[in-house]
């Protein structure tokens, strides 16, 4: 059973022959950065699980045993590798799934480096769309 997802201008397509082992929402700095946002979605499975069907990520190593992986012309985030910390696995962003929904984060992690903000989020206001809009 495929599992396909990809980037958002469509360059980049990939396949997944099988369920992550599991999602965790990371709040690192390194992550933070790359995303421009307080959190990733990543899915952790062996290397051979995912195929790139289509296109040709670009790669930036973030840091000296890290490389993450990309969309050359759209940007999307896509893969996060480290072989000195998890060798044999790779990280897919897992909302660049065509279901982001597909599999649930089962857990938080680097939590020591998300803004001190996150800390309420969950008392934020909720709105479907925009306030007013909704």
């Known amino acids: 059973m495929a599992i396909?997802?990809?980037?958002?201008?469509?360059?980049?397509?990939?396949?997944?022959?099988?369920p992550p082992d599991r999602v965790s929402i990371c709040?690192?700095?390194?992550?933070?950065?790359?995303?421009?946002?307080?959190?990733?979605?990543?899915?952790?499975?062996?290397?051979?699980?995912?195929?790139?069907?289509?296109?040709?990520?670009?790669?930036?190593?973030s840091s000296r045993d890290a490389v993450r992986s990309f969309c050359p012309v759209c940007g999307t985030g896509l893969f996060y590798t480290n072989p000195a910390m998890m060798p044999g696995r790779i990280d897919l962003q897992s909302v660049t799934l065509d279901d982001p929904s597909a599999f649930a984060p089962v857990n938080r992690v680097q939590t020591a480096e998300q803004p001190i903000w996150m800390a309420h989020?969950?008392?934020?206001?909720?709105?479907r769309r925009f306030p007013g809009t909704d």
């Open 27 to 61: 709040h690192c700095r390194d992550c933070q950065l790359s995303a421009g946002a307080p959190m990733f979605s990543w899915a952790l499975m062996p290397t051979d699980r995912l195929t790139v069907t289509e296109g040709a990520p670009a790669t930036y190593r």
């Open 4 to 18: 396909p997802g990809g980037c958002q201008c469509g360059a980049i397509r990939y396949e997944l022959s099988g």
């Open 121 to 127: 989020f969950d008392a934020l206001p909720v709105h």
